[in-house]
């Protein structure tokens, strides 16, 4: 069973870059089938997917973030990370990391809270 | 950008009703439609791909429908955890994946 845990700073400050990672468990990101994504949930609204990174190193943004975020991997620690720089409180959400296909986003962490407050 | 609207935002049912939820695309996304639920505190959980196939260990009570623009989620039969929130989302345009905002089942 593959496990996905988000780990960061709970709190940034305005025009900081927010950085998180993600651990996998129960899985290899090298294994090839499979891509590697954010997604954030601001307090009380929907979804929005940030990207996706595949072990060879290769990445997709979402266009409206694409200026601001950077995602890269770490095969050896079994990680992926996640920058958002330039931050303001929009950028407040719940920061989920996930597993992806082509067709679905199977499996979840459980998501780690970002504020972003002076 | 492909955007999913849900209809309503918020649904009223009885346990042991039917409930169905709507979700529409400004594009033909053809079949490439999921649906997840969302439980307070948790993680979405997939529900249903492909517009209709249900994923690993969803009852049968779940069925979704539709292709183009025009999606269902019906729950047949409503049990107490199934109040939640769903979305649909696309993947038509894969990478890019986009979601519908969202329609809150709550017990009336």
């Known amino acids: 069973q593959v496990q996905l845990q988000e780990s960061g700073p709970g709190l940034v400050k305005p025009s900081q870059t927010l950085s998180l990672t993600c651990t996998v468990s129960?899985?290899?990101?090298?294994?090839?089938?499979?891509?590697w994504s954010w997604i954030r949930q601001p307090p009380g609204k929907g979804l929005e997917w940030i990207g996706y990174?595949?072990?060879?190193?290769?990445?997709y943004y979402n266009p409206s973030l694409k200026s601001r975020v950077t995602i890269s991997v770490d095969t050896s620690k079994n990680q992926f990370s996640l920058k958002l720089s330039s931050v303001t409180a929009a950028d407040t959400a719940v920061y989920y990391c996930?597993?992806?296909?082509?067709?679905?986003?199977?499996?979840w962490g459980q998501g780690t809270l970002v504020t972003v407050s002076s | 950008e492909i955007v999913m609207t849900q209809s309503p935002a918020t649904l009223s049912v009885s346990p042991g009703e039917r409930a169905t939820l709507s979700c529409r695309a400004s594009?033909?996304?053809?079949?490439?439609l999921a649906w997840y639920q969302q439980k307070p505190g948790q993680a979405p959980r997939l529900l249903i791909y492909?517009?209709?196939t249900r994923a690993t260990g969803i009852p049968a009570r779940f069925s979704g429908s539709g292709s183009g623009t025009e999606f269902t989620l019906t729950i047949s039969s409503l049990q107490s955890e199934d109040f939640a929130v769903y979305y649909c989302?696309?993947?038509?345009?894969?990478?890019?994946?986009?979601f519908g905002q969202g329609t809150k089942l709550e017990i009336k």
């Open positions: 996930a597993r992806e296909t082509t067709v679905t986003i199977d499996y």
């Open positions: 129960g899985g290899s990101i090298s294994s090839g089938d499979y891509y």
């Open positions: 990174i595949y072990y060879s190193g290769s990445t």
């Open positions: 594009q033909s996304v053809s079949s490439n």
């Open positions: 492909g517009a209709s």
């Open positions: 989302q696309q993947y038509n345009n894969w990478p890019w994946y986009t």
